[in-house]
Each structure stands twice: as C-alpha cells, then as structure tokens.
C-alpha cells in the first residue's frame, strides 16, 4: 500500500480545497510560504504590516470565513519532528472596525507542539524531508491509533517526549 494511502487511511491528509494546509475544526494551519494562497492578498499584506519589527512567523493560522488571522512563531518548524509552538499574535478581521490585534501568546514554559507538519506544506517544500515527516506520523499514528484520552495530551511537549520515549520512538530532534 502507497504511503499517501495508509496516510489517508488514518484519516492524514492535506486539506483538500487548495491541496496543502492542516485543518481543524474550522481553521486551517498552512506554513507561511502559502498563506497568499488561501488568504486575500490585500488581507495578508495589511495583516503582515501590523506585525511588530521583532516578530517573525513561520505558521499562519486562519479561520475558515477568513474572520480570524494568527500569525505563529515555530523556531524549530524545519529542523523538529514535532515543531514548537512559540509567540502568536491573532488579528480580528472586521467589516467595521478592520483589522484589529485581538491578542498575543507568548511561549508556554510546557508549549504546545504540532503534529503531521508535512500537512503545512506541500511535497516540493525543501525546508525538511517531507516524506520522512510523512513516515513518522504513520509510524507513531499507527501505535497511538485511535485513544481519545492520549489524543488529547500528546499536543503538549513533556507528554510528547514523555510518550515518544515510553514508545521507544525516537525524540522530537531525531535523536
């Protein structure tokens, strides 16, 4: 069986509208090399000037009817199985008011990590091996498989690598 396939069987894969991105519930996490594909250029521009001199992003998190843009620092996004969750700041998109900062995350001391990062970005991405992304979420998936209680623990760091190495799996750095 093909890799996409047994992906696709454990209910992984790319969001199906524009081909790349990961979506849940009614949002949609793309790396920020194809947020203008999803989102309206005129939007994204002026979202992006609102964005603070020191502040860099690599993950763009947008709201299925576009109402919400969150723009996401991962500093380890290309070189992290499991990347972190850093500095966020969200931006409400309003007809009346335009576009407004809603708020500002800063790094959690036990911060949250995402999973299946090659659903960010599309096979031709060369910031990391998108195959060997897509060989680890089949390998731990395939052990995890459908447990609602570990599902909603291992989006936090010290359960991850709590979990990753009760599983003899190897870490979050490829050690």
């Not at 969001?15 to 990961?22: A, E, N, P, T």
């Not at 010290?158 to 050690?175: I, K, M, P, Q, V």
């Given at each position: 069986?093909?890799?996409e396939r047994e992906l696709s069987r454990l209910g992984l894969r790319r969001?199906?509208?524009?081909?790349?991105?990961?979506r849940v519930g009614g949002n949609l996490w793309l790396?920020?090399?194809?947020?203008?594909?999803?989102i309206p250029q005129d939007l994204l521009m002026n979202a992006e000037s609102k964005l603070p001199n020191w502040f860099s992003y690599d993950v763009v998190r947008v709201s299925r009817d576009q109402s919400e843009i969150c723009f996401i620092c991962s500093p380890d996004f290309d070189s992290s199985n499991e990347p972190m969750v850093s500095d966020s700041l969200l931006f409400k998109v309003d007809e009346v008011e335009g576009l407004t900062l809603k708020s500002h995350t800063k790094p959690q001391k036990d911060p949250l990590i995402y999973h299946h990062k090659w659903m960010f970005v599309r096979d031709d991405y060369r910031g990391?091996?998108?195959s060997d992304s897509k060989k680890r979420s089949l390998n731990w998936k395939t052990l995890l498989g459908v447990n609602r209680s570990l599902?909603?623990?291992i989006g936090r760091l010290?359960?991850?690598?709590?979990?990753?190495?009760?599983?003899?799996?190897?870490?979050?750095?490829?050690?």
């Open positions: 069986m093909s890799l969001d199906s509208r524009i081909g790349v991105g990961k790396h920020k090399s194809y947020a203008s594909e999803f990391f091996s998108v599902s909603s623990k010290s359960f991850w690598d709590s979990w990753l190495a009760e599983n003899c799996l190897n870490g979050r750095l490829g050690s």
